[in-house]
C-alpha cells in the first residue's frame, strides 16, 4: 500500500472511537461486546442483556439481519429483532452492535443500533461500506475470512473516505489448512493491522475458534496481544442457540471469563457516564418545556371556557397514575416529588394570561 491513506496515516496513534455511554474503544481499557448470534425473541435478548450486563459487558451484540451460508437457515428476526435488540440495550444502558446487511437498510438499522457491523461476508461490498461511512454511526468492520490485512484496511479506508473515522477493526479468524477450528484467529495480522493504522482492533474469538471450549483462553490471548476488546457470543443456554450454538458459551461461563480479564467494571469511565447523564438531561429539559407548551394551551382553553385553572382531582390523578407505574429505578416518592414539581410549574404558567405569552 504506497498511496498516502486516511487509513494508515498517524499510524501507531490510537483514534478513540466512542459507542454510547460505556464504551470507548482505543481509551487504553478493552471493550467487550457480547450477546448471541441472533436476536432469538423479545425476552431472550432481555435476559440475555441483563446478565452479560452484570458480568461488566460494555456492548450487547445480536444479530436481526444474519448472513446465512444458507438461504434456507434462519436469516434473522429483521426490524423486528432489532427494536428488541435497541430495548434491550437501553434498559440496561449497553449500546448495541448489529450487523447490517444490505445498503437499504442502513438508514433504518443506523436509526435504532449505536454502531453498525459489517460482516466479514460483506467486507469488500463496496456500496455498502460507503454507505455505512454516511450513515453517521461507528463502524465495526470484520475481517474476510480471505483477505490479506492490506484488503481490510483498504476496505476501511471506503468508510474513512466517507468522512466517518469511527471505526474498529474486528479480527475474526481466516480461513487456513487447519480444520480443527472454524476458522484460524490471526492475532499477529491483528496487532499488524493496529500498528498499520491508528483504528482500534477488536477480536471475535466465537467466530475464529468456531468451539466454545477455545473461547476462553483466545479472548485472553487477544487481551494479552494488546488488542482493544473483544466480541463474543453467549446464551444463556448455548446449546439451543438458533444459530453457532457451538461456540456459543454461556451466561456463567461469560461471567467467569470477565472476572479472569479483570477489566475495570463498566461503570468506571466517569467521564463518559456524565456525558450520558447530560445528554439525558438535556432531552428531559426539552420534553417538559414542550409539556409547558401544551399545558398554557390547556390554560387558554380553560379560561375561554371560564374553568379554574387549578383543578386538583386531575393533578391527583396524574400523580396517582405515574407513581402506580414508577419505574425500576424511581420509587413512588420520588415520582410523585418530581411531577408535582412539574405541576406547580404548570399550573403559574397557566395562571398567566395567555399560551402566547411565552415565559
Ligand atoms: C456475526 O458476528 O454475527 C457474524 C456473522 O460474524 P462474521 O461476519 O465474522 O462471520
Ligand atoms: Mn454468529
Known sequence: MAEELLVTNDAGKTRQVVVGSFARFGGGTPVVIAGPCSVE??????????????????????????????????????LKGLRYLATAGQATCLPVVTEVLDVQDVAPVAELADMLQIGARSMQNFGLLRAAGRSGRPVLLKRAAGATVDEWLLAAEYILVEGNDQVVLCE?????????????????????????????????????????????????????????????????????????????????????????????????????????????DEAILGLIDRRMALTARIGDEKRSRGLPVWQPGREEAILQRLADRGGSHLSPAAVNDIWAAILAASRTRQGRASAQEGR
Open 41 to 78: 425473541s423479545e425476552r431472550h435478548i432481555r435476559e440475555t442483556a441483563d446478565a452479560v450486563a452484570s458480568a461488566g459487558a460494555h456492548m450487547l451484540r445480536g444479530g436481526a439481519f444474519k448472513p446465512r451460508t444458507s438461504p434456507y437457515a434462519f436469516q434473522g428476526l429483521g
Open 172 to 280: 475474526r479468524g481466516i480461513r487456513s489448512f487447519e480444520p480443527s477450528t472454524r476458522a484460524t484467529l490471526d492475532l499477529a495480522g491483528a496487532v499488524a493491522a493496529r500498528l498499520r493504522s491508528s483504528l482500534p482492533v477488536i477480536a471475535d474469538p466465537s467466530h475464529a475458534t468456531g468451539r466454545r471450549d477455545l473461547v476462553l483462553p483466545m479472548a485472553a490471548a487477544a487481551i494479552a496481544s494488546g488488542l482493544d476488546g473483544l466480541i463474543v457470543e453467549v446464551h444463556k443456554d448455548p446449546d439451543r442457540s438458533i444459530s453457532d450454538a457451538s461456540q456459543t458459551i454461556s451466561t456463567e461461563s461469560f461471567a467467569s471469563l470477565m472476572r479472569k480479564l479483570q477489566l475495570p467494571p463498566r461503570t468506571r469511565d466517569l467521564g463518559l457516564l456524565r456525558d450520558a447523564v447530560d445528554d439525558m
